[in-house]
């Protein structure tokens, strides 16, 4: 045997010389990461919104604060256009497919 666990477990070490500064930039990079999904959730969201004389469209409303992104359409028909009331929806809705392009779009910018 080359070398002992004891002599092993002196040889890793791991310090951390300011943890609260380590949480605040990790705060930080979550909330940046919260603000970038909510705007291109938002941008997918109205992409994804049939379109005929553009209220739908126009309809969605991004709130941001600290913790949180708030989306939301205020349209009166805007769930029957979730339910697939138009053919624009090709039978898939708005809010699914925008979450999925938002996902994958995010991910391609992590890797």
């Known amino acids: 045997m080359l070398w002992s666990e004891q002599s092993y477990r002196r040889m890793i070490e791991i310090t951390f010389a300011n943890p609260r500064k380590i949480i605040a930039e990790v705060r930080k990079e979550i909330r940046k990461e919260l603000l970038g999904f ?64 938002t996902r994958a779009g995010r991910q391609r910018r992590v890797r």
């Not at 909510?38 to 469209?57: C, E, H, M, Q, V």
């Not at 769930?79 to 979450?99: C, D, F, H, M, W």
Request: proline share 5%; hydrophobic share 30%.
């Open 38 to 101: 909510g705007n291109d959730l938002f941008n997918n969201l109205k992409s994804f919104t049939p379109i005929k004389k553009g209220r739908a469209r126009r309809g969605w409303v991004k709130a941001e604060s600290n913790n949180s992104v708030k989306l939301k359409n205020g349209v009166p028909y805007i769930e029957r256009l979730e339910a697939n009331y138009s053919k624009q929806t090709r039978g898939r809705g708005i809010v699914k497919p925008a979450i999925a392009q």
